[in-house]
């Protein structure tokens, strides 16, 4: 065990450098005669073969390994070389695994490769591999870094992450000195780093909260940052490091870098685009002319936003080494760099839709609306003559001999991006009117404000410089403009559980209810304020959307149950803390609300069934986003990009019942983690199954045998009673957020009491109506045609009456006096009042009348030709006693007393 004062990054390279044999040096060194140095700029420790007073940082080493003549190579191709190389040297050759992470919950993307193998169980992190080495072609999408892509040159939003892992070294694997070895075999041999520009640095590694970590050597030639070989070596136990009984080697190779570094082009985008860009020359709006943008592209890795300095600062100054003009820089540069970031964020669109994701605004579909903005937005600003779709597609052709299946997806994504345009457009056009009134104000835009621009208007940063560039106004936005507007890559934490009870003294609950228990006799292990904890519980905690079990525990009514780490907590209806039957160590009978639990496990597997429905009719994208099945319905939610339709809901429910009338079987198995992964795939993890080592899979077959659904589910299933589950009917289905729909349904017992409570209100309304139940809709028709006609004639009836009045107002009031002032009672409902003051006023235009009847409804009206003020006369006839309102021609309202 290492000592230190506190698992801190400074005090671990402290640590490590003070025994750098046993934690950097390893055999090639020696071999190779590259000994340990000091930076003199930065302090770095580094291992290189020739005498160097420098580290090759990046911060103080410029790159100089562009080629006046680079060498273009497929990615496919590059690919091949790189595995070649691997498989070669005995690892196993795997194929990448999602980029959207189902398998750790806690992450919205896959971030890393060894993100793959990775597998956390009760807070702890194990490993799931198929074979050991492997290298692994990962895609990882990264977006906190999004305003760099484009602009600095070799930032990305989706990048493999070339994996060659090592595990559970020493019984298995290898550590430093095969890694090294491979390391510099490769990057010398294959890449063609000359030996005397090779660099190995030592740093330290560790996860953000330093559960797991270890030294580390990054490899670096000609300024670049090869690679990162990390040695997981540590593990954070109770604040001390202690050495993992299973050590990992963990080499994520920056495939984008290593082709950019073996190309020589100037910036990375040219070299891993580059036959798509080739094949877009002739259609873009815009030259792709390279001698600007090559001037500029050698200081653009100056334009990093995480680093300090104002944005604009840095590009005036850029300028003016190159000797750009703005004008140039507006008209040649900046719609290259805009190029460059669709391309970019077109593969990582590509990547995520074919893997199950959509934009959204709510978890990680937010990242991904966030980039197809900022890719529309360039669209539109630079009328680039490309469409992201025709980005999309030369994409998935140029991927296919890696990426076969990106070209299936490709009528999703059209469809994605149709939808998302459609809604873009919306928001520009209010867009205009809200950035012009913010930029007149001629404020300073902040942060805060970027993102509540972003979340309530949809509006980008890009969006508003583009708006003020139209406007001649040049706006500093600030630096670091998406920080705000971007999500982290880690999911939010689930809701916090809502009993006020500590149960770290008590031992795990045995749970009876996963034997199908409804009842057993337990013991009392504590009773508190409405809290019962027991020994053994057959009462299902509520978990994965499905609610809790009630029932009864000694006699008392219970109303909830939760799960808190390992003990159930019962909750009581009422104060149960003084019970006498409650005592600690009791004995006491529970019973389980069979009716209830039943209708839980009807709705849970029918909910199973939906999901396997939606992804059949709906299609693979269609994930499970959140469940609830309750006593009287379940619904689920599913990632859709539009809105379901009758028939695609016609279609959802013929499925599952089609299903359920001929037969299904439910079997609860319980797998090892690689196997079910291996034989279901990752929609095992669709719902809320954690991947542990021991999965407890529920699988649906048809009677033949034939896969229905496979899940990882800790829920309660209808397992050998699955004609519980009756019928399925769909009862509503709504979009409840941009990316998402909900299905609610009923099954079994509930479907019973759904088409009871139907058939009683139908029934009544056609026994009221006086009609068969199946004929209510053409009653309906009948009764609205028969109302409106009633309705003309009352109307008709009353402008007659109203007419009538007018004439007896006329010659009662009016006829023979000057005035043009009145104020009349009159006993009829408003309606009628407004009608004859009106045709008063059309007698005599002059007029101003004021009419009030008996319940003190007051009506105003002022003929054309008067000057005077219907809303005045009202108040000042009544005073404080006028509620109501209107406007010079008319008023109406009532006096109170
Ligand atoms: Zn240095
Ligand atoms: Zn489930």
Not at 824 to 838: K, Q, V
Request: one cysteine or more; hydrophobic letters at 35%; a neutral charge.
């Amino acid at each position: 065990m290492l000592n230190l004062p506190k698992l801190e990054k400074n005090e671990l390279r402290k640590e490590f450098a003070k025994d750098y044999k046993s934690y950097y040096s390893t055999k090639l060194f020696e071999e190779e005669g590259f000994e340990r140095r000091k930076c003199k700029e930065c302090g770095k420790n580094f291992w290189s073969a020739e005498e160097r007073e420098l580290c090759e940082d990046p911060e103080h080493t410029p790159y100089t390994f562009f080629k006046d003549k680079p060498k273009s190579v497929g990615y496919v191709e590059f690919w091949k070389k790189f595995a070649k190389f691997f498989s070669d040297n005995d690892h196993a050759v795997i194929d990448r695994y999602p980029v959207v992470s189902r398998w750790r919950q806690d992450l919205y993307f896959t971030i890393a490769s060894i993100q793959d193998f990775q597998r956390i169980e009760n807070g702890a992190m194990g490993f799931e591999y198929s074979a050991n080495p492997l290298i692994v072609p990962q895609i990882c999408l990264r977006f906190p870094d999004i305003e760099n892509v484009g602009i600095t040159g070799r930032h990305f939003t989706s990048f493999m992450m070339a994996g060659q892992h090592a595990f559970n070294y020493p019984k298995e694997g290898y550590w430093r000195d095969r890694t090294i070895e491979l390391n510099y075999k490769f990057l010398t041999g294959m890449l063609g780093v000359k030996k005397e520009n090779l660099v190995y640095s030592e740093d330290v590694w560790a996860m953000g909260d330093f559960s797991e970590f270890g030294p580390c050597l990054e490899s670096f030639s000609n300024g670049l940052e090869l690679v990162n070989s990390v040695f997981t070596q540590f593990e954070n136990v109770n604040g001390k490091a202690k050495e993992l009984p299973d050590m990992v080697v963990d080499v994520g190779w920056g495939f984008e870098r290593l082709m950019w570094f073996y190309t020589g082009f100037d910036n990375a985008y040219d070299a891993v685009f580059h036959d798509i860009i080739e094949k877009s020359k002739g259609k873009l709006s815009f030259e792709m002319e390279s001698d600007h943008f090559r001037k500029f592209a050698k200081y653009s890795s100056e334009l990093d936003v995480t680093e300090k300095g104002s944005y604009r600062d840095k590009v005036r100054a850029i300028l003016k080494k190159t000797g750009i003009t703005e004008q140039e820089y507006e008209r040649k540069v900046k719609p290259m760099q805009a190029f460059y970031a669709t391309l970019d964020h077109s593969r990582t669109l590509l990547f995520a839709i074919s893997d199950g994701a959509l934009p959204s605004n709510i978890g990680g579909g937010y990242n991904l609306r966030v980039i197809l903005r900022r890719a529309l937005g360039f669209m539109s600003e630079y009328k680039m003559g490309l469409g992201l779709m025709d980005m999309a597609e030369m994409q998935a052709k140029e991927l296919k001999g890696l990426y076969p299946e990106l070209e299936e997806h490709l009528d999703i994504l059209s469809k994605v991006i149709d939808i998302e345009s459609k809604r873009y457009e919306k928001t520009t056009e209010n867009a205009g009117r809200i950035i012009n009134a913010l930029i007149q104000k001629r404020e300073k835009i902040g942060k805060e404000q970027l993102r509540t621009l972003y979340e309530s208007n949809g509006i980008t940063p890009e969006l508003i410089s583009t708006v003020a560039a139209k406007e001649g106004i040049k706006l500093d936005l600030p630096e670091g403009a998406y920080e705000d507007i971007i999500k982290g890559d880690f999911a939010e934490k689930k809701k916090a559980v809502r009993v006020d009870l500590s149960v770290e003294n008590f031992p795990k609950t045995e749970p009876l209810y996963y034997k199908f228990a409804t009842e057993s006799d337990s013991k009392v292990l504590h009773a508190s304020k409405n809290y019962i904890i027991l020994d053994r519980t057959p009462f299902y905690p509520e978990g994965g959307g499905q609610e809790a079990d009630h029932g009864k525990i000694g006699g008392h009514e219970i109303i909830d149950v939760q799960k808190i780490g390992n003990v159930i907590v019962h909750i009581a209806k009422g104060d149960i803390g003084k019970a006498s039957e409650l005592k600690e160590g009791k004995k006491v009978k529970c019973l389980v609300d069979i009716d209830r639990r039943n209708r839980l496990m009807a709705h849970h597997t029918s909910t199973h069934l939906m999901s396997a429905a939606s992804r059949s009719v709906i299609g693979k994208h269609a994930w499970q986003e959140g469940t609830r099945k309750s006593y009287d319905k379940a619904h689920i939610d599913i990632s859709h990009y539009d809105k379901l339709n009758e028939a695609e809901i016609n279609k959802l429910e013929q499925f599952v019942n089609g299903a359920l009338l001929n037969g299904i079987k439910v079997s609860i198995e319980e797998m090892e983690r690689g196997k079910a992964e291996g034989e279901f795939g990752f929609s095992i993890y669709q719902g809320h199954g954690m991947p542990t080592k021991t999965m407890r899979m529920v699988i649906i077959r048809d009677r033949d045998g034939k896969l229905i659904d496979a899940e990882a589910c800790g829920g309660l299933h209808v397992a050998g009673k699955e004609y519980a589950v009756g019928m399925v009917k769909i009862i509503n289905t709504s979009r409840i957020s941009d990316g998402v729909d909900r299905i609610e349904f009923v099954a079994g017992n509930a479907a019973l009491d759904y088409f009871d409570r139907e058939h009683t209100q139908l029934s009544s309304a056609a026994e009221t109506l006086n009609t068969d139940m199946f004929k209510l809709v053409e009653k309906e028709a009948k009764l609205k045609e028969e109302n409106a006609a009633l309705m003309k004639r009352a109307i008709e009836k009353e402008e007659k009456l109203a007419g009538i009045m007018a004439e007896e107002l006329y010659s009662k009031h009016v006829e023979g006096s000057k005035k043009t002032e009145l104020s009349i009672e009159i006993d009829e409902p408003r309606e009628t009042m407004r009608r004859a003051l009106s045709g008063l006023t059309k007698k005599n235009e002059k007029l101003l009348v004021l009419a009030k009847n008996g319940k003190g409804d007051v009506v105003c009206v002022r003929g054309s030709a008067s000057k005077k003020s219907a809303l005045e006369f009202a108040k000042n006839t009544f005073g404080a006693k006028f509620r109501g309102g209107g406007s010079d021609s008319f008023a109406e309202g009532v006096v109170t007393n």
